[in-house]
């Protein structure tokens, strides 16, 4: 970038900038920007990225074998799960008494898809 000074008319000198290239284009889109930042955020937890790697290395993970994974009480373990079901990250499943976790392998993907440098760069 350079700066250069000029005279206004006003006798008082001002700051023009130019850039010294064009700007870099964003890869995500807004709209897809908010629902990436969704996930991110139900991903800022420590527990719910075990939670989230334990169903990806699992058909499937019943609720109550989580709390015990992971280390947490079962109503802490409730919250962490509702959290990353409404990011879409996991789906449930009731059956019976259970329910059962699995991972959404779409929603990780365009996290993966996100921080990928775009081709060509």
Known sequence: MTATTTE????????????????????????????????????ADPARVKIVSMLLNADEVCA?????????S????????????????VRSERRGTWVYYTVVPERLQAIAAAVQPVPGR
């Open 64 to 72: 109550c074998d989580v709390s015990a994974l992971i280390g947490k």
């Open 74 to 89: 079962a109503a802490t373990t409730s919250h962490h799960l509702k959290l990353l079901r409404a990011a879409g990250l």
């Open 8 to 43: 206004p008319q006003a006798g008082a000198p001002s700051l023009t900038v130019s850039g010294c290239c064009a700007p870099a284009a964003s890869g995500v889109a807004d709209d897809s920007a908010q629902a990436l930042a969704a996930m991110f955020k139900a991903l």
